[in-house]
């Protein structure tokens, strides 16, 4: 590390590096309804920013072990990693058409064996279990910076100055506390950060979309444990069994034992069960169907795919799956929305993210092309429309006396600065005070002529 940062970090306390804890631990140090969480808020006092989650809690507690949350993470990925990149040209404040070069290989090919695919799905979870993203160029490729191991390098704590930017971007292979020979700074046009959700107490950093909706996946969890124990407990409701007051205590634990072992555990399910004399059996609780587990969980798992931005159906959830939310119509408007209110942010977002990466030519951005994903086509019928009208415009406007090149190019770029009249109306195909010359018909060739028979010769 140079010199220059050892010394301006030398001034910054050393962050303890938090171990692996458990879902129902990282649950625990939440305050009961209030607003302050013990995981939360700003790192007073420093000028450093890190990550202000336990990545490996979210990973291994969240995306590993709940089956909504792989469902919906994997949704988003699937769909947001099958754009491409390219460039986009820029006239007067207004998009124009796609095109690529060269440079963009290095997102194509991001390093040995990656692909643009590859690249996108890191991405995207990074940002969905910490709330940001990290990649560096080095030497034509890209390397993708574990987010929980970096901290964002401030001129000034944020709570102590009102100029307070970012200076550098600090990554300690193994955890933020650990400032050895191997952490290093990249300055910020260096690094490309990527933070879709902007985090509220913090300047610069994200959050993940997972954070509000903790509570929602501890009770999945939770409701997936009780009927996990529902059938190992013989998949059967409560029992109480009563004995009579002459029973030892000896004989009651030797009952208890012989009644496990014979009715306990889901091979046990549903035997009949055998009471000798003075034994009384009461049903305690309720089944399955009256605790009404589909609409309890469902509801749950309806507000995990809504943080997520992700429409029930699309996931496969009870909830998005009743009713009319696959009729040919809502699922249509359902996939629609998905990519014009999730994707499309998402993917302009990166694009405006990664652009240090591979800087553009001048009057062109880094862009994406999403015109190859079959997700988000719309329906063939709706396609053969939409083509049906761009041919009439371009007839009308041929019509009207525009270059018929630039009638296309302006159509398909949705740009009318494109077009370029010819200076003739749609009456006047000619100069005006020409006419057009035709060519003169050609002279019919005469008919042949009748052969006369040879005269007689000696007559």
């Not at 971007?169 to 260096?190: A, D, F, I, M, T």
């Not at 889901?266 to 009461?282: F, H, M």
Request: proline letters at 7%.
């Amino acid at each position: 590390m140079p010199k220059f940062w050892r010394t301006l970090l030398s001034g910054i306390p050393e962050v303890r590096s938090d171990p692996t804890v458990t879902m129902d631990d990282w649950a625990g140090m939440f305050s009961y309804g209030g607003l302050g969480y013990s995981l939360l808020g700003p790192s007073g006092g420093t000028n450093t920013e890190e990550i202000d989650n336990d990545f490996h809690g979210y990973v291994n507690g969240l995306y590993k072990s709940n089956g909504i949350v792989f469902a919906c993470m994997q949704t988003r990925m699937l769909v947001f990693s099958e754009a491409r990149f390219q460039y986009q040209r820029v006239r007067s404040g207004r998009p124009g058409d796609l095109f690529g070069t060269k440079s963009l290989a290095l997102l194509e090919n991001p390093w040995p064996n990656g692909t643009t695919g590859e690249l996108l799905s890191r991405a995207i979870q990074d940002a969905d279990l910490s709330g940001n993203n990290y990649v560096v160029r080095e030497a034509g490729r890209l390397r993708r910076l574990r987010p929980d191991w970096m901290q964002i390098v401030l001129t000034a704590p944020p709570n102590e100055a009102v100029q307070s930017d970012v200076l550098g971007y600090l990554y300690s292979p193994g955890g933020v506390g650990n400032r050895g020979e191997q952490s290093k700074v990249y300055l910020p046009g260096e690094i490309a950060h990527w933070s879709p959700i902007p985090d509220p107490v913090a300047q610069y950093r994200g959050m993940s979309w997972l954070t509000p909706v903790i509570r929602e996946i501890q009770s999945d969890k939770a409701a997936t444990l009780h009927k996990q124990k529902f059938y190992e407990n013989a998949a059967t409701p409560n029992l109480a069994v009563s004995l009579k007051e002459t029973v030892t205590k000896e004989q009651f634990k030797e009952f208890m034992w012989a009644m496990d072992q014979a009715h306990g555990g889901v091979d046990n399910a549903y035997k009949t069960l055998y009471l000798g004399g003075g034994a009384d059996v009461t049903v305690v609780g309720a089944d399955m169907r009256q605790l009404d587990f589909k609409n309890t969980q469902g509801a749950g798992e309806t507000r995990i795919a809504a943080a997520a931005r992700v429409h029930p159906a699309l996931v496969g959830l009870s909830e998005g799956l009743a009713g009319s939310s696959l009729n040919a119509g809502n699922y249509s408007a359902t996939r629609d929305w998905f990519g014009s209110g999730t994707m499309r942010p998402l993917w302009r977002s990166i694009c405006a993210a990664y652009a240090p990466l591979v800087p553009a030519e001048t009057g062109a951005r880094l862009w994406y092309d999403d015109r190859d994903i079959p997700a988000l086509r719309s329906d063939k019928k709706d396609i053969a429309d939409i083509q049906g009208t761009q041919a009439s415009t371009i007839v009308a406007l041929i019509t009207a006396g525009y270059e018929p090149e630039s009638c296309g190019a302006a159509v398909m770029a949705e740009d009318w600065t494109l077009l370029k009249h010819t200076g003739l109306l749609s009456v006047q195909l000619t100069p005006p005070g020409e006419t057009a010359e035709l060519a003169p018909a050609a002279a019919p060739e005469p008919a042949p002529a009748e052969e006369q028979p040879a005269p007689d010769e000696g007559k």
